[in-house]
């Protein structure tokens, strides 16, 4: 290779015209020391390569030795744990014919721990023993055997339960009010049946924070005045307290229960309609019912006084025209007696008939309501089906609630109209039998005094 690049520079030299001698030498001499320097150069490196190459063999032989030990190694530990699966295989199989009916055991205790959490998570009681829900939480997520002290944890927590469910406790625990502030406050358990605080609100236990929530609609006020008078209790005498056995259920029913104002709403534009009628049905039998009242008592006074006629009440007024004219013959007497009781009977009668036909519009309109709720019904059905009664809920409620204020308002109508119009027909025949009274005393009179005129020259 040096040859080769002297031979190149020889070669540029010639061929460079008009180079003198001295010059070439010159550069001859630079590329033979520049050779020299690579020699040299070439030499370290191979020294320096030989050295690396003996270490290099050294540390191969090092990593061929290391191979060869894991190589040995594996060996030994795939035997070893070909031996020991062989030896797992025959333990599990000795496990599992050893076991026997523990496996029973295992079942048994995973399902009633289960059981008894899934009780345990909605129980009032677990409002002032969270801590046994962790304990249940562990053994019925265990899947080996469990320990005695596991099953003597369950059978005691079973009996404090048992023991629970007889005691009626109070206790503070947190209190989420309607309008969520959480406070702390006196809660009355009565076992595992219903809670409330001092001020006689039901609460529903929460268990995600094992406290209460004040139930968003209360129950009657005889019920809370009945659980506040417990709270109140002070151990000596009896007290009733509502309680509900179904542990929640029937209390959840009670308040889903619509209340009177909301039952009105559900009979739409036709049950307001309804009512119209039954309030202003109510008001002519309340000023009827007054009317006659007023007109009965002054013909009871009447009756007992009938020396004094006053002009106030019918019979007055007849007993006043008998001693005003009391020579009249008795034809005239009837008819200004038949006059004054048709005139008497006609206000007593007033408003009866409006009364009668409102009392029949009532059932009608509850009728019209009924087959509108279950127009509204059929529409919803052909829309979405029958497969969600609550959608067909609020036309089969507008059907039943305006039938049953149609009935409910007729009903008392037509009665304020029977007890109305009997009490008139009472005061009428009254009247009549007066008046039939007074002729016939007047018929003897009447007929000497006829006599008398035709005696006369």
Same mark, same amino acid.
């Given at each position: 290779?040096?040859?080769?690049?002297?031979?190149?520079?020889?070669?540029? +030299?010639?061929?460079?015209?008009?180079?003198?001698?001295?010059?070439?030498?010159?550069? $001859?001499?630079?590329?033979?020391?520049?050779?020299?320097?690579?020699?040299?150069?070439?030499?370290?490196?191979?020294?320096?390569?030989?050295?690396?190459?003996?270490?290099?063999?050294?540390?191969?032989?090092?990593?061929?030795?290391?191979?060869?030990?894991?190589?040995?190694?594996?060996?030994?530990?795939?035997?070893?744990?070909?031996?020991?699966?062989?030896?797992?295989?025959?333990?599990?199989?000795?496990?599992?014919?050893? $076991?026997?009916?523990?496996?029973?055991?295992?079942?048994?205790?995973?399902?009633?721990?289960?059981?008894?959490?899934?009780?345990?998570?909605?129980? +009032?009681?677990?409002?002032?023993?969270?801590?046994?829900?962790?304990?249940?939480?562990?053994?019925?997520?265990?899947?080996?055997?469990?320990?005695?002290?596991?099953?003597?944890?369950?059978?005691?927590?079973?009996?404090?339960?048992?023991?629970?469910?007889?005691?009626?406790?109070?206790?503070? #625990?947190?209190?989420?009010?309607?309008?969520?502030?959480?406070?702390?406050?006196?809660?009355?358990?009565?076992?595992?049946?219903?809670?409330?605080?001092?001020?006689?609100?039901?609460?529903?236990?929460?268990?995600?924070?094992?406290?209460?929530?004040?139930?968003?609609?209360?129950?009657?006020?005889?019920?809370?005045?009945?659980?506040?008078?417990?709270?109140?209790?002070?151990?000596?005498?009896?007290?009733?307290?509502?309680?509900?056995?179904?542990?929640?259920?029937?209390?959840?029913?009670?308040?889903?229960?619509?209340?009177?104002?909301?039952?009105?709403?559900?009979?739409?534009?036709?049950?307001?309609?309804?009512?119209?009628?039954?309030?202003?049905?109510? *008001?002519?039998?309340?000023?009827?019912?007054?009317?006659?009242?007023?007109?009965?008592?002054? *013909?009871?006074?009447?009756?007992?006084?009938?020396?004094?006629?006053?002009?106030?009440?019918?019979?007055?007024?007849?007993?006043?025209?008998?001693?005003?004219?009391?020579?009249?013959?008795?034809?005239? *007497?009837?008819?200004?007696?038949?006059?004054?009781?048709?005139?008497?009977?006609?206000?007593?009668?007033?408003?009866?008939?409006?009364?009668?036909?409102?009392?029949?519009?009532? !059932?009608?309109?509850?009728?019209?309501?009924?087959?509108?709720?279950?127009?509204?019904?059929?529409?919803?059905?052909?829309?979405?089906?029958?497969?969600?009664?609550?959608?067909?809920?609020?036309?089969?409620?507008?059907?039943?609630?305006?039938?049953?204020?149609?009935?409910?308002?007729?009903? !008392?109508?037509? +009665?304020?109209?029977?007890?109305?119009?009997?009490?008139?027909?009472?005061?009428?025949?009254?009247?009549?039998?007066?008046?039939?009274?007074?002729?016939?005393?007047?018929? !003897?009179?009447?007929? #000497?005094?006829?006599?008398?005129?035709?005696?006369?020259?």
């Amino acid at each position: 290779m040096i040859k080769q690049r002297l031979l190149i520079v020889l070669i540029a +030299l010639v061929s460079f015209s008009g180079t003198s001698i001295a010059e070439t030498s010159a550069v $001859l001499k630079s590329a033979q020391a520049e050779a020299n320097a690579q020699r040299v150069i070439t030499r370290n490196r191979e020294a320096v390569f030989s050295s690396n190459l003996k270490e290099k063999k050294q540390s191969l032989k090092r990593l061929r030795e290391a191979l060869q030990y894991a190589e040995n190694k594996s060996a030994e530990f795939e035997e070893r744990f070909n031996t020991n699966e062989t030896k797992l295989v025959e333990k599990q199989a000795l496990y599992k014919e050893r $076991l026997g009916t523990f496996n029973e055991l295992l079942g048994v205790v995973r399902q009633v721990s289960s059981d008894t959490h899934a009780q345990f998570e909605n129980s +009032l009681i677990s409002s002032h023993l969270p801590q046994r829900m962790a304990l249940l939480e562990n053994i019925k997520k265990n899947k080996v055997l469990p320990e005695t002290e596991d099953l003597s944890s369950l059978w005691q927590l079973m009996l404090v339960e048992m023991r629970e469910q007889g005691r009626n406790l109070r206790y503070e #625990a947190d209190v989420i009010d309607d309008q969520g502030l959480v406070s702390r406050q006196t809660v009355t358990r009565i076992g595992p049946f219903v809670a409330f605080n001092e001020a006689g609100k039901f609460l529903n236990y929460n268990r995600a924070t094992h406290g209460f929530n004040e139930l968003s609609r209360q129950p009657r006020n005889d019920y809370r005045s009945a659980a506040k008078r417990y709270v109140e209790f002070d151990d000596e005498g009896e007290v009733l307290v509502p309680i509900d056995p179904s542990r929640g259920a029937i209390l959840a029913l009670l308040i889903q229960r619509p209340s009177i104002l909301e039952r009105i709403g559900q009979g739409g534009m036709i049950g307001y309609i309804i009512l119209g009628i039954a309030a202003i049905a109510s *008001l002519l039998a309340l000023v009827r019912l007054v009317t006659l009242a007023l007109a009965e008592s002054r *013909l009871r006074k009447q009756l007992a006084n009938l020396d004094k006629p006053s002009p106030d009440n019918a019979l007055g007024k007849i007993l006043e025209i008998t001693q005003r004219y009391p020579t009249l013959d008795i034809e005239h *007497l009837e008819i200004k007696f038949d006059n004054i009781i048709l005139a008497t009977a006609s206000r007593l009668r007033r408003g009866l008939g409006t009364i009668k036909v409102l009392a029949s519009m009532a !059932p009608l309109l509850g009728l019209l309501g009924t087959v509108t709720g279950m127009i509204e019904t059929f529409q919803v059905i052909t829309l979405f089906g029958s497969g969600d009664a609550r959608l067909m809920a609020g036309g089969i409620s507008q059907a039943l609630v305006t039938t049953a204020l149609g009935l409910g308002t007729a009903i !008392p109508i037509l +009665l304020l109209h029977s007890i109305a119009n009997s009490r008139s027909r009472i005061l009428v025949e009254l009247l009549e039998e007066q008046a039939a009274g007074i002729v016939a005393q007047a018929a !003897p009179s009447s007929a #000497a005094a006829r006599q008398s005129v035709a005696k006369a020259p």
